[in-house]
């Protein structure tokens, strides 16, 4: 089994950029979306991953393949790893969400757990997804270390069932942080579930 998660963030998309929501829709790299993903392959030259592994979201694959050029590793894609589903809210602005969905834009905030946007996931449905994929590739992995390339704010979502970071704004790209977390793995997937509480969302 791997001890060794390292976690990348995809690059960014002109919807990240316009502070748009993009969930499931697949939108390509930008231009700063391709440089964030050729300084990700820079960082992890030095961690040596053994495997790369994606999302099939467009912005990750192209972000992996960037990735796995420069260390001279075919990136192979996961199926079930989609970012988060949220329905009809993707492609719009938070503000947008706001004023045309007071009621329920409270409640997914307060709740993200059981409250799913229209046509949309719960947090918790994404969360359980994402676990079953990770800890079934995980557990017959021979590779050491394994570096996982996520969509945003996917990424986030697993360095939280992994370690319990804060998954901060799922709505909002987060600037300040690195995009990349070495994640130590101690079977923790398992448990993870129980130990989830409701998240605040911006």
Not at 55 to 84: C, K, M
Not at 106 to 114: A, F, G, M, Y
Request: aromatic letters at 4%.
């Amino acid at each position: 089994m791997a001890d060794t998660l390292v976690v990348i963030r995809s690059g960014a998309t002109d919807y990240e950029m316009q502070g748009r929501i993009r969930g499931t829709l697949e939108v390509p790299l930008c231009g700063e979306g391709i440089e964030e993903a050729s300084v990700a392959a820079q960082r992890l030259r030095e961690m040596s991953p053994g495997l790369l592994v994606t999302s099939g979201d467009t912005a990750a694959l192209q972000s992996a393949r960037i990735i796995g050029r420069s260390l001279g590793i075919e990136p192979r894609v996961l199926a079930g790893l989609g970012n988060l589903d949220l329905g009809l809210w993707q492609g719009l602005r938070a503000d947008e969400i706001r004023s045309r969905q007071p009621k329920l834009h409270r409640q997914w905030q307060s709740n993200p757990w059981t409250v799913a946007p229209p046509e949309g996931e719960t947090l918790d449905e994404a969360c359980r997804r994402v676990e079953s994929v990770l800890e079934r590739f995980l557990r017959k992995c021979h590779a050491p270390r394994v570096a996982l390339v996520l969509p945003d704010p996917l990424d986030r979502v697993v360095r939280w069932m992994a370690m319990g970071q804060p998954v901060g704004d799922l709505w909002r790209r987060a600037v300040h942080d690195s995009g990349m977390e070495l994640v130590p793995l101690a079977g923790q997937w398992g448990a993870a579930g129980a130990a989830r509480e409701p998240v605040p969302v911006g």
